[in-house]
């Protein structure tokens, strides 16, 4: 073998060997991935996404949107899942949509209650997030402002009230679906749900609702419990109010995408995601009520009070969910006749 034929020989070896590296490095990369998609807002997924990947080495590429709009979308994608997770979602949304989500027991199972799970491990509840009341306590005094859902209906509130597009989020589904049984169900249900949307401004996502009550767009507004203490603690003038007619939790999860491209990572995800250490510090940098039932609420920021001290209603999370379509269906035409 001559000299020069030699040389192109251990060229040819030392180009095979750097295209194997870079290869292998793609490889590893793409093993250290995961795709979030996300019905939560920015602080919430900056806070956890960059923990996370300190942690594991893991970069998160998130995808934010309403859950209605993210569920769609896994919908849409069943052939060829393109996110691996999706998280901060109903129990409504995750048991409809069950058949989309791989199953797996997490670590921390154990430590959330079984009614806050699905029982074949397809999902797993994260925050318990109670319906609520918001008010901007500058432009309504705090002792001025409504006490209950009923209050709600006064004219005197016509277009000061924020409120989330039930079809872009599964917490508004519940508040809708919630006040239909509480004002006596069917027809008598829906005609003061009508009223009600009369009086509000409803808007394509949650985090509008909270930032437009914070920000003094809107006096008041339908939120979840952890947006109160999360404003105020920023200095913004705004107050919870429990409604004395009562309320109800809200859970809200993360599920595996079945045939998703970082599967294994996506376990990770489940299992640091429901963390004790992670719920604790979830709840001091944005307050949200955990599912785990081992943390001291009193003992954490946020002065949420202890569920005993809420009046809590009976919803029919299951059979709200069996009749979603044809509930929808009806929540639309009362939207569009309240316009």
């Not at 500058?138 to 002792?143: I, N, Q, S």
């Not at 508004?172 to 401004?201: E, I, P, R």
Request: glycine content about 8%; charged content about 20%; overall charge positive.
């Amino acid at each position: 073998m001559t000299i020069s034929r030699l040389r192109r020989l251990m060229t040819l070896a030392s180009l095979v060997c750097a295209v194997s590296a870079i290869g292998a490095a793609g490889s590893a990369q793409a093993q250290k991935k995961l795709v979030v998609y996300t019905a939560n807002e920015s602080t919430l997924n900056d806070l956890v996404f960059q923990a996370f990947a300190k942690e594991t080495g893991i970069t998160v590429e998130p995808v934010a949107a309403g859950s209605g709009v993210l569920v769609r979308r896994l919908q849409a994608e069943k052939a060829r899942p393109q996110g691996d997770i999706i998280w901060g979602v109903s129990r409504s949304l995750l048991q409809t949509n069950k058949a989309l989500f791989a199953p797996y027991a997490s670590k921390n199972k154990d430590a959330t209650p079984a009614e806050y799970r699905d029982p074949d491990d397809l999902w797993i509840g994260n925050n318990l997030h109670l319906l609520i009341i918001l008010q901007n306590t500058k432009l309504v005094p705090a002792d001025q402002g409504p006490k209950s859902w009923a209050d709600l209906l006064d004219p005197k509130w016509k277009g000061k009230i924020a409120f989330t597009d039930p079809a872009n989020s599964g917490s508004a589904y519940a508040t809708v679906t919630m006040l239909v049984d509480l004002w006596g169900g069917g027809d008598a249900g829906w005609k003061k749900v009508s009223q009600l949307f009369k009086n509000m401004k409803v808007l394509n996502r949650s985090s509008l609702v909270f930032q437009g009550v914070g920000n003094g767009e809107y006096p008041l507004g339908i939120s979840l419990e952890y947006a109160g203490p999360l404003w105020a603690s920023n200095g913004a003038p705004v107050k919870v109010v429990y409604p004395s007619d009562g309320t109800t939790a809200s859970m809200e999860g993360v599920g595996i995408v079945k045939g998703g491209p970082n599967t294994d990572n996506a376990k990770v995800f489940v299992d640091y995601i429901n963390r004790k250490d992670v719920r604790e510090m979830i709840l001091k940098a944005t307050f949200r009520r955990p599912t785990r039932s081992d943390l001291d609420l009193a003992t954490l920021p946020g002065g949420l009070p202890p569920l005993s001290s809420v009046k809590l209603l009976k919803y029919d999370e299951e059979g709200w969910t069996g009749k979603r379509t044809k509930t929808m269906e009806q929540i639309k035409d009362v939207l569009q006749d309240s316009r």
